[in-house]
């Protein structure tokens, strides 16, 4: 263990002093990369001072053990050397898990697509339920959101939603809630009082910077159109509303949440980017999933992952077997014990990968 920290601390060394660098802070790409990886090499190197101190003490109390001349000090060093062996223990399982292989993307920010699947128009209520849940847990989190697109479902709820999401290790996150999400309720339309199941698909596409795709607008045809929806006389009767296709692989985007052609296409082309380097990085989610057998973030969409029963106020993440009887918090936001769990499930997995020490 303290072989494998002393390497890391002289990683953080070493980028401690890259990251002052002239050159460095020059190019946009290498700079961004090295400064995540100081955060990330920071939370292991103040975790290993601590570690050593707690080795020392640990040394000290068992010398003054050893020697035994002095009863009260004895006494003394026996209770500091129990707290200090258990603060150990626990304390060497969380660097182990810090060790573990960050995936790169989880520091992104991260466009989020919500639709309405089987269920009519109990299902684009329930994906206006989804993005008001997602809503809240960002703002707990300090995140900002912002709507890209959106259209409303006829009772209520959206047929689709996109919005985006900004903040530190975003993605890190919001990895975990991407598939098919499920209700057990009794509609709203419904008169017989019959629970009936709905569904909804969550997309969460890593916001991809200029550096991951090299996007050709040469590629890219835009058609402008009115917007169309609520949104007043002059949102509909202007051509502000845009919608790309990138011709070599089909790949569509559109928006016309703003007045502003211009902000469209800026928030238009955001879309397309993520959705292209979405489509790669899926492909290596399920290369690697196949690999690992993972059913923690697999990458399929069309895994059902999580169910939401109204009646009996409880939701099941069905991918490490965990029930909670806390819905109406959960749909208030508070997704993040779901969230830690399954954060905790990936590293267990990785973790045994490793053999169970890094």
């Given at each position: 263990?303290?072989?494998?920290?002393?390497?890391v601390?002289?990683?953080?060394?070493?980028?401690?002093?890259?990251?002052?660098?002239?050159?460095?802070?020059?190019?946009?790409k290498?700079?961004?990369?090295?400064?995540?990886?100081?955060?990330?090499?920071?939370?292991?190197?103040?975790?290993?001072?601590?570690?050593?101190?707690?080795?020392?003490?640990?040394?000290?109390?068992?010398?003054?053990?050893?020697?035994?001349?002095?009863?009260?000090?004895?006494?003394?060093?026996?209770?500091?050397?129990?707290?200090?062996?258990?603060?150990?223990?626990k304390?060497?399982?969380?660097?182990?898990?810090?060790?573990?292989?960050?995936?790169?993307?989880?520091?992104?920010?991260?466009m989020?697509?919500?639709?309405?699947?089987?269920?009519?128009?109990?299902?684009?209520?329930?994906?206006?339920?989804?993005?008001?849940?997602?809503?809240?847990?960002?703002?707990?989190?300090?995140?900002k959101?912002?709507?890209?697109?959106?259209?409303?479902?006829?009772?209520?709820?959206?047929?689709?939603?996109?919005?985006?999401?900004?903040?530190?290790d975003?993605?890190?996150?919001?990895?975990?809630?991407?598939?098919?999400?499920?209700?057990?309720?009794?509609?709203?339309?419904?008169?017989?009082?019959?629970?009936?199941?709905?569904?909804?698909?969550?997309?969460?596409?890593?916001?991809?910077?200029?550096?991951?795709?090299?996007?050709?607008?040469?590629?890219?045809?835009?058609?402008?159109?009115?917007?169309?929806?609520?949104?007043?006389?002059?949102?509909?009767?202007?051509?502000?509303?845009?919608?790309?296709?990138h011709?070599?692989?089909?790949?569509?985007?559109?928006?016309?949440?703003?007045?502003?052609?211009?902000?469209?296409?800026?928030?238009?082309?955001?879309?397309?980017?993520?959705?292209?380097?979405?489509?790669?990085?899926?492909?290596?989610?399920?290369?690697?999933?196949?690999?690992?057998?993972?059913?923690?973030?697999?990458?399929?969409?069309?895994?059902?992952?999580?169910?939401?029963?109204?009646?009996?106020?409880r939701?099941?993440?069905?991918?490490?077997?965990?029930?909670?009887?806390?819905?109406?918090?959960?749909?208030?936001?508070?997704?993040?014990?779901?969230?830690?769990?399954?954060?905790?499930?990936?590293?267990?997995?990785?973790?045994?990968?490793?053999?169970?020490?890094?």
């Open positions: 263990m303290i072989d494998r920290l002393n390497i601390k002289q990683r953080f060394d070493e980028v401690s002093d890259l990251i002052i660098q002239p050159d460095i802070i020059s190019d946009q290498r700079y961004i990369q090295l400064n995540k990886e100081y955060k990330d090499l920071k939370k292991i190197v103040d975790k290993a001072e601590e570690y050593k101190t707690l080795l020392e003490n640990i040394d000290e109390a068992n010398e003054i053990i050893k020697d035994g001349s002095d009863a009260e000090m004895v006494e003394m060093a026996e209770l500091e050397l129990e707290e200090a062996t258990e603060k150990v223990e304390l060497e399982e969380e660097i182990n898990y810090l060790l573990i292989p960050q995936d790169p993307e989880d520091a992104k920010n991260v989020v697509e919500i639709r309405a699947g089987t269920g009519g128009d109990e299902a684009s209520i329930f994906a206006g339920d989804l993005y008001r849940m997602y809503i809240k847990f960002c703002a707990d989190k300090g995140w959101t912002e709507v890209v697109d959106a259209n409303e479902g006829t009772s209520g709820g959206f047929k689709e939603i996109i919005f985006s999401i900004t903040g530190e975003v993605y890190g996150d919001m990895k975990f809630e991407a598939g098919v999400h499920r209700v057990q309720r009794v509609p709203q339309t419904e008169t017989q009082g019959r629970v009936h199941t709905s569904a909804a698909t969550v997309m969460v596409l890593p916001e991809a910077e200029e550096f991951d795709v090299e996007l050709d607008m040469s590629d890219v045809k835009i058609i402008r159109t009115t917007s169309t929806g609520p949104g007043g006389q002059s949102v509909n009767t202007t051509y502000s509303a845009i919608q790309l296709k011709i070599p692989t089909g790949i569509e985007a559109k928006c016309q949440d703003q007045k502003s052609q211009h902000k469209n296409l800026e928030k238009a082309i955001k879309v397309l980017r993520s959705r292209l380097y979405e489509a790669e990085l899926a492909k290596k989610q399920a290369e690697d999933a196949a690999k690992r057998k993972s059913m923690v973030s697999s990458g399929d969409r069309s895994a059902k992952i999580r169910t939401y029963n109204y009646p009996q106020g939701v099941t993440e069905h991918r490490i077997g965990l029930t909670m009887y806390d819905l109406d918090n959960i749909m208030n936001g508070d997704i993040h014990r779901i969230v830690e769990e399954l954060k905790l499930a990936e590293n267990a997995e990785k973790l045994k990968e490793s053999g169970g020490m890094l």
